[in-house]
């Protein structure tokens, strides 16, 4: 910015003379221009027109600014969660917040259909798994044995026996691939996008259950050296979700004495040269958790992996219960809402046989 300084000097004591010049400031975003006052206007008149130029622009610029601060603070408000890329976090630019109630919804067609495609063999992978298992509960695993299919579990009608089938994931959407929700997440904020999947939230599941709406994400996918490889997988005991903080936080239970919560980074070198997971995650680092082990509340700075037993848990992790639970509370707070694109709209653009969903 260039600024100009104006010297006026006083040449005699009886009789001041004003010099005004045109001047020309340029910036980025407007251009102010100072007339020229003649030499036939007075002195007093010259005193008088100068001090009304300065408050007309001293109120412009005052009634700009407070323009400006509304307008600032009324978008602030309005797109206040388009936080963007950020290290060590998830990219939180298709965050949106209302009332406080924060929504991951992304509606940029470009990078749906482009990413649509990338993840192709993610797709198909979902589909052909659903199918075989689907095949596969039609044939008696004991042959000897009279039964019935039905949408969970079979039934061994003789001895009374349900015998669970599928992943965790398939389960959680009833074997109904209408019931899958996805959407593309930029989860360690390094320009590619990853691939999350959920089960679609229906109203219902409130009003019968009472439950809260929660959006867990069951199934993960990532671009690795120009490879789809599934970096998660999971159930309602196991799984990720994401919070409005920019944290991918997972939820695990294994027991009424084995429980956690933990804060999540990811990043797709640490899965470089993996397979896919068939359970559990891949290239995600835990860097702090709270729950219990063997009954024991603990807090810890860093990751609890490796440690399954109270006397393996050092003195200066371990909380009280009640703690745990304030801290458990308070993450939980966090966690958004999440607008999933739905499956069976990708497999209708896409000419999958209307009978698959």
């Not at 949106?96 to 991951?104: I, L, M």
């Not at 299919?149 to 001895?159: C, I």
């Not at 860093?302 to 393996?312: F, K, N, Q, R």
């Amino acid at each position: 910015m260039i600024k100009k300084t104006i010297i006026c000097f006083i040449m005699t004591a009886t009789v001041l003379m004003a010099a005004c010049n045109t001047a020309s400031v340029s910036s980025d975003s407007a251009s102010v221009t100072t007339s020229v006052v003649t030499t036939e206007t007075t002195t007093e008149e010259k005193t008088k027109e100068t001090v009304s130029d300065t408050e007309t622009s001293s109120a412009s610029t005052e009634t700009s600014t407070e323009a400006s601060t509304e307008t600032s603070t009324e978008t602030s408000t309005e797109t206040a969660s388009e936080f963007g890329p950020e290290e060590g976090k998830y990219d939180r630019t298709y965050l949106t917040e209302e009332d406080g109630v924060y929504t991951y919804r992304l509606t940029d067609r470009a990078i749906i259909e482009k990413y649509d495609e990338l993840y192709a063999d993610a797709f198909a992978d979902t589909i052909n798994y659903n199918e075989s298992i689907m095949q596969g509960m039609r044939y008696v695993p004991d042959s000897g044995a009279k039964g019935e299919a039905h949408t969970l579990v079979y039934r061994k009608s003789e001895k009374e026996e349900f015998i669970t089938v599928g992943s965790a994931y398939i389960q959680e959407y009833g074997f109904d691939l209408s019931n899958i929700g996805y959407t593309y997440v930029d989860l360690d904020s390094d320009g590619t996008f990853e691939l999350i999947m959920g089960v679609l939230y229906k109203e219902e599941y409130t009003l019968k259950y009472g439950s809260p709406r929660i959006d867990h994400i069951f199934r993960e996918y990532a671009l690795v050296d120009g490879k789809v490889v599934k970096i998660g997988e999971g159930g309602n005991r196991w799984c990720h979700w994401l919070g409005h903080d920019g944290v991918i936080y997972e939820d695990g239970d294994s027991g009424a004495a084995d429980w956690s919560l933990s804060k999540m980074r990811f990043s797709a070198s640490e899965a470089a040269g993996e397979e896919d997971v068939d359970w559990g995650f891949l290239g995600f680092e835990e860097y702090e958790v709270i729950g219990s082990i063997d009954a024991v509340g603990v807090h810890f700075n860093g990751s609890a992996e490796g440690i399954y037993h109270s006397t393996e848990i050092p003195e200066d992790v371990i909380i009280e219960y009640e703690e745990v639970t304030r801290l458990w509370d308070e993450w939980e707070t966090r966690q958004i809402y999440i607008d999933w694109l739905k499956m069976s709209d990708y497999m209708r653009g896409h000419s999958f046989p209307k009978n698959l969903f």
